[in-house]
Structure formats: structure tokens, C-alpha cells
């Protein structure tokens, strides 16, 4: 996954609750971008960030705040989890606004 | 926004067979069209891609098509392999000189591609 990683691969949040998935990369990609993959549906933007101390809401940012204090990390945070945010979601770098790779993504389930 | 419509949802083709899948778009200003392959339990893949300035691209067994007057891109996969089975994908973005707009994809709903022995 071209240098992508993200963490934890799974998790279960009670409603109410916050955490934060963990995306690093190792490519030096100045872009990076966090999707929500809902089941069989395409993948939808939640934020991105076109550098460290960057950041800009996608199509679907409501429920999630992000950072970028480095290149290589970003984190997406999710506050007062709702069960509208359970999904898979994956976590894409890329040197520029082109070609995306992407990571193995996260399974989140909010009960 | 941008609007991305893929079909067909489900596609099964024989081993040996090809498969085509196509997509529409709403945004004229769209100029970036990557394809991604997505197996299971696993993220997408970028397989091809294609530019608003070429009409076509190949790759090997894979092929992507665009019609800019029209706003469609099609993926053509030939001599297709039971590995080729996977959801594909198509999306669009709008790429601006100095790189604006940051390469923000809109996907399409996948498309469920298996391929018989």
C-alpha cells in the first residue's frame, strides 16, 4: 500500500464515546486524505490536507475533526461517536493531487 | 458537486472473456479520472488513470476510455483472470494549475467484477 499504514484495524466504540485512527505514511506524500467507505457504496471524503498545518473539510466532515502537525501522520479524530459512523475507513497519501494510494483502512463499529 | 454514476453493479464474465465497465460524470471542469481495484478486506488499488487530455490508455490487459463531450470514462479488461475479480471503482477530480483543488476524488458505487474459471 505504497507506505500507508494505519491503526487499529478494527475497533468497537460505544455511542458517546471518542477516538482517534492513527494514518502514517513513509512515502514523504505531501497529500493525504481520510474516505469513509460505507457498505456497498463508494468511498466518500471525509478531509484532507495538501501539507503539514493544512487541513480542509471534504463532502462528509461532520462528526470528525483531523490534524497535520507533521508530514507523516494524520490522525482522524472522532468526537460523541454516532452509530451513522460506522463504516471502514481508509486513510490515502499521494505526492500530489494525482495518484492516490491508499491504506488498509480501519473497520469501525459504533453500538 | 461533482456526481459519478458507475455500471454496471455486478459484472460476471468467463474466464478468457472481457469486461466493461462504465462511468458518467456531472462536473465539464472534471480532468482526472483513476480507476481502483479493491479486494476484499483490503484498500483500493489505483490500476490505471487518465488525464482530460488523452482519449485513451493502456496498460497491459487494461485499457480506460474518455469521452470528454459526453462525460463518460469506461475500464475495458481483456483476456480476463478469475484474479482479476474484485470491486472496481472509477472517480473524478478536478486537478487546477499549481495543483488546485487537491485532487479531492468523487467515487462511483463500485462495480462487483467476478470472473468464472
Known amino acids: 500500500n505504497a507506505g500507508v499504514t494505519q491503526t487499529p484495524k478494527f475497533r468497537i466504540l460505544k455511542i458517546g464515546q471518542s477516538m482517534t485512527l492513527q494514518c502514517t505514511q513513509d512515502m514523504n506524500h505531501n497529500y493525504m486524505y481520510w474516505y469513509r467507505q460505507d457498505p456497498g457504496m463508494g468511498l466518500k471524503l471525509i478531509y484532507y490536507?495538501?501539507?503539514?498545518?493544512?487541513?480542509d473539510k471534504g463532502e462528509v466532515p461532520n462528526g470528525y475533526n483531523v490534524s497535520r502537525s507533521t508530514t507523516e501522520d494524520f490522525p482522524l479524530r472522532l468526537e460523541l461517536a454516532a452509530p451513522s459512523q460506522t463504516s471502514v475507513y481508509f486513510c490515502a497519501g499521494g505526492q500530489g493531487p494525482y495518484e492516490q494510494y491508499f491504506g488498509p483502512g480501519t473497520r469501525l463499529t459504533v453500538t | 458537486g461533482e456526481n459519478v454514476e458507475q455500471h454496471p453493479s455486478t459484472l460476471s464474465v468467463q474466464e478468457g472473456d472481457s469486461a466493461v465497465i462504465k462511468c458518467t460524470y456531472s462536473d465539464s471542469a472534471s480532468n482526472y479520472f483513476p480507476w481502483y481495484k479493491q479486494e476484499l478486506g483490503k484498500g483500493p488499488q489505483l490500476i490505471i488513470d487518465?488525464?482530460?487530455?488523452?482519449g485513451e490508455k493502456k496498460d497491459q490487459r487494461i485499457a480506460v476510455t474518455l469521452n470528454k463531450t459526453a462525460k463518460h470514462f469506461s475500464l475495458h479488461i481483456t483476456e480476463t483472470q478469475p484474479e482479476d475479480s474484485a470491486v472496481y471503482f472509477c472517480?473524478?477530480?478536478?486537478?487546477?494549475?499549481?495543483?488546485?483543488?487537491?485532487?479531492?476524488?468523487?467515487f462511483g458505487q463500485g462495480t462487483i467484477l467476478t470472473v468464472h474459471p
Open positions: 490536507s495538501v501539507g503539514a498545518g493544512i487541513t
Open positions: 487518465i488525464r482530460s487530455n488523452v
Open positions: 472517480a473524478a477530480s478536478k486537478v487546477g494549475a499549481g495543483g488546485t483543488s487537491y485532487g479531492k476524488l468523487t
